[in-house]
């Protein structure tokens, strides 16, 4: 499926070049794992909007999708010492992922074997797991401590005490969980990921600020926005003159249900303008937006806007991070590299865009979902411990460009997107029963994460990937 020389779908129409002809004129060329093209077909032409906005339905995802998924739950650097533990609220069930030893993680279900009690309420550090409720405890490894007049439980075998645990795996400082005993590695689950990511690691840096925000939209309809470019021009207009949304790549592999990914070139206009920008004008409008006031300056014969971009962010981000990426691609720089991991994570392999998101239902409302955006810094050269996690939490009125985290005009960006989903929802949820459509190529990642979805959905459990 894989090709050298295919760039595009052949039923594709327009005068915009896609991503491969794009990146092959860059001075600083792309690395091999941006020069792959995977087109595949997917079947998932369309799904019932009961999907976005059913209770029953997301009861079935409680019930057969998260259960059987593996789900960033934290990072590494986000429990350094023995003790340290953050709660993890997974659809349907909470957990304590716990630095148990110095190399070992567990992943224990925050209730108490007693009566029920949760365990934990909020990231803290700890000698022993005690139970508020009556003070049943437990050891970091999830064996059982101490129970107050042990006396009164005659007939309990402290054997059957330990602590209920959801398998743990760790990729590149990425804590990941799964309560199924019959899911694939998480090594298998994360297919094409490890080696398109080989030479760009997150081992390496380390989680500094989230911004949370709780957002009026399903978390499908949540992640399913930013597997497309194809919104560009309706929801971020700003952006047709250097957005690269014609041009954008979108990789399924035949053979990975959990990965897909897309290449969306800076620098490049949109198909949806009326006539052709020259360089100077794709640079103008983009320096305009990103840099309100600053007079752009002339390009040179022959240099095109996105390359100027690419020096300018391999320099401000050198400063930035204290980093030299005077040798860094292009394409690497300047534009988006985005890969998803199903169900509801999304990666980014781009200088200036150091992001991880993560998507979670609000339990027993289909119609809410809270947005992570996980903003990751280097870890300093000399081994020193990082600064604690910076959590932002956005209220219902609060604006991601009011935060003041993220430059205004991304800021910005988000804000239009949440504003787009909100409404997305709302027609959703009060439009009728009409099928939602997805399109052949732009929206293929969308129709992929529903063929993976319905494979974990199935009545028979064997359909779900790496199962037999
Ligand atoms: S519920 Fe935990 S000790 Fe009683
Ligand atoms: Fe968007």
Known sequence: MGSETKFAPDYRQSHIPPFQQVIADDPAPAPEVLREYSETDVPVARVSREQYRDPAFAALEEKRLWPRVWQFACREEQIPEVGDCVVYESPGASFIIMRSDDDEIRAFYNSCLHRGMKLCTHDTSVMKLACPFHGFTWNLDGTLAHIPSRWDFPDLDEKKMNLPEARVERWQGFVFINRDADAPPLLDYLGHLPAHFADWSYEDKYLATVIRKTIDANWKTCIEAFLESYHLAGIHAQALPFGGDASTQYDVWPDDPHVSRFLEPTGVMSDQLPRALSEQEILNAAL?????????????????????????MRAAMGEADGTDYSAMSDAEAADAVQYSVFPNMIIFRSLGYPYVYRFLPVRGDPNRATFEFLIFKPKPANGQPVPEVNLVELGEQDTFAGAGILPPWHGEIYDQDVNGLRQCQQGMRDGGNADIIYSAYQEVRIRHLHQTLARYLSDDPTEAPGRR
């Open 288 to 312: 305009n937006v990103v840099f309100a006031g600053v007079e752009p300056p002339q390009l040179d014969e022959g240099v095109k806007a996105r390359h100027h971009m690419a020096a300018g």
